[in-house]
Structure formats: C-alpha cells, structure tokens
C-alpha cells in the first residue's frame, strides 16, 4: 500500500506518523529506517518539530470539556467520597480507566484487594512496590474505595483572579468536579513487555480487560493463591460448542472456559432521507435489542465440513449454549461486521436497547451436554491434506479466454492470490518457461512454523470474536492472510487455536477442569456497567 511518512515526525529512533490511504488509517512500520533509506532520508538526522497524532491526541484529551450534562438537559453533580473516586486521564488512558473503575465497582475486586493492601505491604516479596502487581492493586483500591482522595479540583486563589480579571478567568460559580487519582505506577508495571499496553496510544478497552485478568491469574498462580480467592473467578463461565453433521447426525462436544462473550449487532441501515439540495444523508441504524445480538451470537451456523465419520465434506451444524453461566457476564459487542469475508467497522453508532426493566435472563441458553441416544463424532485424522481452494471464476474465465491452460491459470491465481486477473496474468508471463507450468496445481500443507503473525493482525480478528489462539493459528495456517485466515477460521469451527509461546497461561489452559461459574437456573443479569468509546479509529471504540 502507498503511505504517507509526515516528515516533521520522524525521530531518529525510527518512529513517525504513517498514514495509509488505502487501509484509510495509521500504520506502524517496525522497518522505517531501512525504507526512509531507500529516499535518501537518514532517520538518525531527523529532528523532530511537530507533533505526532499520539501526542495532538493526548493534547486533546487533557484539554477536553467533558460535557457535564446528562441526557434530561440537567448539569451532572459532582459526588464525592469513599468509591467515588475519578481517575485522571494520563494521556489516551481512558480504557484503563474505565475497566478499573468497573472493576473495583465489583465486590469481589473490593473485598480482595482493598482490606488486604495494608497487611501485603508488610509482607511484599517484590523489591519494590512498583515491581509488584499486589501492590499496584491495592494501591488503587485503597486510592479508590477509601475517600480519602475524593476532593473537589483545586481552583487558583479568588482573590488574585479579582486583581487580573481576564476572560480566561475560571467560573467559579460552576460546580469543581474531581482532580482524580493518576495510576501511572500501576499502568507502566500492567504495560511492562505488552507491545500496545506499555505505548501511551489509545487501546481496546476490552482487550485490557483480558489482559489484566491474565496478569492477576499469573500473579496468583506465582503465589499458588486457591482459585477461590481469586476475584478474577467471577467472570469464569463455560461455554459449549455442539457440532452436529447433518448427514451422519453424529456429534461433538467441547466446554470452553471464558472471561467474556463477543456478540455482533446484527445492524439495520435506516432507510437515508434526502433532502434537495442539502448534504448526502448520514448513513444511521435501527435501535438492536441486546438479546439479539446475544442470539446471533448463540444461534445455529451451518458451515462444510469433512466428517471424519462419513468421509466427505457435508453439511454441518454449529451450536453455542452456556454449559455454566458467570457471577459478573461481560458482553463485548463487535464493532466489525464482515462485508464480503472483509472486516468492516460499523460506520456509526448502533444504539443496542437493554431488556426490559433491565433484567437479562440467559435461562434459554442452557446447554445440557450430550444428550441420551446422540452419537459422538470419531476424532479427526491427524493431517488432513489442505483441499484445494475455490478458485476466482471470473478471473479464470478472463485468464483462460487469453489462452493459457487450465492448469497453468490455477496456479497463477493461487501464486498471486486468487483475486485478480491482471496479477495472476503478469505471473503467467514470468513462469511461461516453468515446465510444471501446465501440471495440476500443488497444495502444499502450510508447515505449522509460518511466520509469526503480526499483533495487529492477531488484534484485527480478535475484533471479530475470535480468541487470540484461533486468529494466530488461523494467520499461521495461512501465510498471513487475512482474508484466508477468515476463511480458515469458518470452515475451523472446532479449533481452539495455539497459544503464544510454551508459558502461555490463557484460560483456555484450564479448559480441561471446571470452566467456573454455575449451572444453576435462573440466570438473571442487571446491567452493573457500560464502556463505550466514541470514535472512527478502528483499533478502539
Ligand atoms: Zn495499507
Ligand atoms: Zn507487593
Ligand atoms: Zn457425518
């Protein structure tokens, strides 16, 4: 893809401000010394003069007016005391803050970490407080939960303002809301080695919470803390994939262990009004119930698939139910819908509705398990030989009426992507001399040590609902396709995917023993907290 490189930017560490134009977003390029190279720049000349977007953003974040007025028109009142605590944005930092406060919103966070901070600061292991997330933890909930640094905003003496009255004065008939606490021990420790968590950028808030709640598990695990003592529990549930083939009829069963559930929203455009002369309408959505998008989620998927007991590709059904359901149920709402196995970010805000008098109930979406008289599935062949992939047709048809065999057009389109002509054709052009040029196509299986996907992309399709397990597997299976990683991921509906690394502690580790949670009916859920971002960028929102 072409990019922009804003000159002013360049450091002479090899950082600057990309801009693609065809992803229409920022990109990062570990390798920009080596390509400015190329145009003769020598990056360890560059002096910085302007501001990169991280920094203007922070700029604005710092400066920015919250709009203190609630839906009804009123002005919010300011509140103070013990649990009433704000956290200063440091810059970008908004979806740490927003999980913390949720998080210590929650008993289980409370109990743990707040009567308990005094006695672990006797006994710390660590050298220093800042090395240990115990400490770090009972920091914040000491700094949060007691009060004592709930006061209102410290505002410039009066009587000097009445002396040099300007028009940058502070109102002080306007109500002072909260200076808040700046965790910046706690996000530098929480960032430590995480390639996004450790950068001052604006990040997903969701997938902070996963990353925390893998921390905090860690850190128990070090100190052999009982599972049952760990606040992180109360959003443990086991979730229940049923695979059923349509023409066997037999069946498979897996319980996952998980933190939280990505839905869609299955969004509606409502239908633009035009007015003459004026600008194009604004492309907005229906209202979704949040049960729909709980049910899109759960629903049945049919998908292709070789049936190790029928010994061909049939149809298969694909079924989610909760095998166990959580104290605390965390929804995360995808913000991408796939248009064309492309991801798409939602153009606009989609309003999604709670229930009815905010009551959630999950009762329907009970999974009883193997049921009497079903017949379990054979488990699958070791290797199964890659099938070959659809090829383009429209492309094969512009390819073949240029005269080129059968054959020799596969393979330009599988070389060059399978999407269009003109590639596959230049392709052709250069292996004209290949004596297997005209032999059929050779799939060769992906060897399982491809190259290490890329975060973004891993990132990319967690956005979708995928683990980040099943997306690294998915982009190794494919050579880092994205499109193919899709793909592979839909017609892979079994895979749990491979974790980072042999010391990769994930909770799907403990997939094998109890899931968490309860099977216990009713499942009743009040909304307890929201986060939500306003905002076009698609790594958060
Ligand atoms: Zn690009
Ligand atoms: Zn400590
Ligand atoms: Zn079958």
Same mark, same amino acid.
């Given at each position: ?22 992803? @229409? ?144 004065? &502070? ?94 929203? &299955? ?19 229906? &209202? ?51 248009? @064309? %196995? ?64 059968? @054959? ?18 230049? %392709? ?39 683990? &980040? ?18 793909? %592979? ?53």
């Amino acid at each position: 893809h072409p990019a922009s490189v804003k000159l002013g930017t360049i450091t002479a560490e090899g950082t600057a401000d990309i801009y693609c134009y065809q992803c @229409n977003d920022s990109r990062l390029d570990p390798e920009l010394a080596a390509h400015l190279a190329n145009f003769g720049i020598n990056v360890l000349t560059q002096t910085k003069t302007e501001k990169s977007m991280t920094e203007l953003q922070i700029e604005h974040n710092l400066n920015f007016d919250f709009s203190m007025t609630g839906d009804d028109g009123k002005s919010l009142e300011p509140v103070f005391g013990a649990g009433l605590t704000g956290l200063a944005n440091l810059g970008n930092s908004c979806y740490m803050a927003s999980v913390i406060q949720s998080l210590f919103s929650l008993p289980a966070f409370q109990t743990r970490f707040y009567p308990t901070s005094l006695a672990h600061a006797a006994t710390c292991p660590e050298p220093l407080p800042a090395s240990c997330l115990e400490c770090q933890m009972g920091k914040l909930a000491d700094g949060l939960l007691s009060g004592r640094y709930s006061h209102p905003r410290k505002v410039p003496d009066p009587s000097a303002v009445v002396h040099s009255p300007s028009p940058d004065a &502070p109102d002080h008939t306007a109500p002072q809301f909260q200076e808040g606490l700046k965790p910046t021990m706690f996000k530098a420790l929480i960032g430590k080695g995480h390639e996004e968590f450790s950068t001052m950028r604006q990040q997903d808030s969701e997938e902070f919470l996963a990353h925390l709640l893998k921390s905090l598990r860690q850190d128990a695990k070090k100190k052999s803390e009982a599972e049952e003592e760990q606040p992180t529990g109360v959003f443990r549930f086991g979730l229940e994939q049923r695979l059923q083939c349509m023409n066997c009829k037999k069946v498979r069963y897996r319980v996952d262990s998980q933190d939280s559930i990505s839905v869609p929203v &299955p969004a509606k455009e409502k239908s633009p009004v035009f007015v003459e002369g004026g600008d194009p309408p604004k492309v907005e959505y229906e &209202p979704v119930e949040l049960l729909r998008c709980l049910e899109a989620a759960l629903g049945t998927e049919t998908l292709e698939y070789a049936c190790p007991s029928c010994g061909t590709n049939v149809m298969l059904e694909k079924q989610s139910r909760f095998s166990t359901f959580p104290d605390v149920f965390v929804i995360h709402a995808k913000k991408f819908q796939l248009v @064309n %196995w492309v991801p798409v970010k939602l153009a606009q805000d989609v309003p999604v509705n709670l229930p009815p008098n905010d009551e959630l109930s999950l009762d329907a979406f009970i999974g009883l398990g193997k049921q009497e008289g079903e017949v379990e599935l054979p488990e699958e062949a070791a290797a199964v030989a890659p099938a070959m992939p659809q090829i383009n047709e429209a492309a094969m048809g512009q390819l073949q009426a240029m005269g080129f065999g059968t @054959n020799a057009c596969q393979r330009a389109l599988l070389a060059t992507g399978n999407s269009d002509a003109e590639q596959a054709m230049n %392709w052709l052009f250069q292996h004209m001399e290949d004596p297997d040029l005209n032999d059929p196509p050779v799939i060769a299986p992906v060897a399982k040590s491809g190259p290490e996907p890329s975060a973004d992309d891993i990132a990319g399709l967690s956005d979708m609902g995928f683990t &980040p397990a099943q997306a690294r597997k998915a982009l190794r299976e494919t050579g880092g396709s994205m499109e193919r990683a899709v793909e %592979w991921l839909f017609s892979h509906p079994d895979d749990a995917g491979e974790e980072a690394g042999a010391s990769s502690t994930g909770p799907a580790a403990a997939a094998s023993s109890h899931p968490g949670g309860s099977n216990a009916l009713p499942a009743r859920y009040h909304l307890k907290a929201f986060i939500s971002h306003k905002g076009p960028s698609v790594h958060s929102g």
